[in-house]
């Protein structure tokens, strides 16, 4: 099956397709477009000439660059030209449509942000990513081009370099998503959310983690809480953020409990049904002056063996509370620290 076809059938827009760098250059002269997949190897106009000319002639549109792994050095000279994304031969086309999918919703994110005027900085990081997407991208292929090639010390060191990547892109994320939060622009893309299925699948995607540390993750789940409306993305960045630190702050061969339940809180006189997740841990736990700010971007300083929980918190509280919900954290030197986030069922 042809790209174009798989794309259509995927129901996005195909435009125009183009056999040659020069045909796709004379196309781009009289249309636009937000995404080009380029082959970096091409009859005529290779790909790289031809991403030069895409940058000159429409520097606002994405490239994806496909390559091979014979393609390594061109691949860096692509991240010179501002090459997007990279997909590999042969083509797995979900990882396409994933490539596809996270470049759209960029765009219309950085359209979102104009349209909205935000602060300078909030722009400027939010370009930051950009670059970031393209250099993780780069790590990725050199990690496996160079796989059999560079020594253990070497494969530390690139691996350092993309998890470093990684943790400066996840900081850029909350703090923007924290701008556009506390703008009240925020966007909540509310769906029915069972959280006895959502919460332990979320908590899986730290199984490498947990086990670099031998952390035993024990559940406690409520099978009968009822489904909630919620944002699933948002409720993601609550439940990693919030793992994370109990994972960071845990010794090795500890464990870390999470649960959820329904809870009833009485509102305006009423009792309302809430759906409460906890996660708890046995770690370093925070002092009793530090807690009452740990969910303030700005915090009192920390000593060296107290807890420091960056953005992330605070980025957890204004999550929660855009969905009418609340969030508490309970914690004991040495004894570890219990953070719990509760919903509304009725939301």
């Not at 500890?254 to 509102?267: A, F, G, L, P």
């Amino acid at each position: 099956m042809l790209i174009k076809d798989f794309l259509l059938g995927e129901n996005f827009n195909v435009v125009d397709e183009a056999a040659s760098g020069n045909e796709a250059l004379d196309i781009l002269m009289l249309n636009d477009y937000d995404i080009i997949l380029l082959d970096i190897r091409m009859e005529g106009m290779d790909g790289i000439e031809t991403l030069k000319q895409i940058r000159r002639i429409a520097p606002s549109t994405d490239v994806i660059m496909v390559t091979g792994y014979a393609d390594i050095p061109s691949a860096v000279e692509c991240i010179k030209y501002g090459a997007r994304e990279f997909l590999e031969k042969p083509l797995r086309m979900e990882t396409l449509i994933e490539k596809i999918n996270r470049i759209l919703k960029s765009r219309e994110e950085e359209k979102h942000l104009r349209e909205i005027q935000v602060d300078f900085p909030t722009l400027v990081m939010y370009k930051l990513q950009l670059p970031l997407s393209t250099a993780k991208s780069a790590i990725t292929l050199l990690n496996k081009g160079l796989e059999n090639i560079v020594t253990e010390k070497q494969k530390e060191l690139l691996e350092h370099i993309d998890q470093t990547l990684w943790k400066i892109d996840a900081t850029i994320n909350d703090l923007v998503d924290l701008a556009k939060f506390e703008s009240g622009n925020a966007q909540l893309e509310k769906l029915p959310v069972n959280m006895d299925e959502l919460v332990p699948a979320i908590c899986a995607k730290r199984e490498s983690e947990l086990g670099s540390k031998n952390i035993n993750l024990s559940f406690l789940i409520d099978k009968k809480v009822p489904t909630i409306e919620a944002d699933p993305e948002k409720l993601e960045k609550v439940i990693l953020n919030i793992l994370d630190n109990a994972i960071k702050y845990s010794s090795p061969n500890s464990t870390i409990k999470v649960t959820t339940t329904t809870i009833h809180k009485e509102v305006e006189g009423n009792l309302v049904p809430y759906i409460e997740v906890s996660i708890s841990d046995t770690g370093v736990g925070i002092s009793p002056d530090v807690l009452p700010y740990i969910f303030n971007k700005i915090k009192p300083d920390y000593s060296d063996k107290e807890k420091s929980t960056g953005l992330g918190l605070a980025l957890c509280k204004l999550i929660v509370e855009a969905h009418n919900g609340f969030i508490t954290a309970e914690s004991q030197i040495g004894q570890g620290t219990t953070i719990r986030f509760a919903l509304p069922v009725n939301a």
